[in-house]
Nanobody
Framework: QVQLVESGGGLVQAGGSLRLSCAAS????????MGWYRQPPGAQRETVAV???????NYAESVKGRFTISRDNAKNTFYLQMNSLKPEDTAVYYC???????WGQGTRVTVSS
């Protein structure tokens, strides 16, 4: 089973950008899909974006047009480019696979107004 390590979070002002990375300890090519998820303070974890093995993408309505998910099979890494960040994007962001892998520690994103 692959291990996933998220990175790239931080503190950013509203309107700024961040790029999150998810590095897998093994090949990601065989997974049906990979996704980014987030858990805002005091809220449930929610799906942010998903990319399938074939490259199809799906986004939560709240991030459409601002976030972009991508993958690099050669590096066993996938990414979440986040632009035009809003305070409501503040959360701990996690990556995972389909079928599910063990959840990592996540990376915290804080957007100040």
């Amino acid at each position: 089973q692959v291990q996933l390590v998220e990175s790239g979070g931080g503190l950013v002002q509203a309107g700024g950008s961040l790029r999150l990375s998810c590095a897998a300890s093994g090949s990601i090519f065989s997974f049906t899909a990979m996704g980014w998820y987030r858990q805002p303070p005091g809220a449930q974890r929610e799906t942010v974006a998903v990319i399938t093995r074939g490259g199809m993408t799906n986004y939560a309505e709240s991030v459409k047009g601002r976030f972009t998910i991508s993958r690099d099979n050669a590096k066993n890494t996938f990414y979440l480019q986040m632009n035009s960040l809003k305070p409501e994007d503040t959360a701990v962001y996690y990556c995972n696979t389909d079928p599910r892998s063990v959840w990592g520690q996540g990376t915290r994103v804080t957007v100040s107004s």
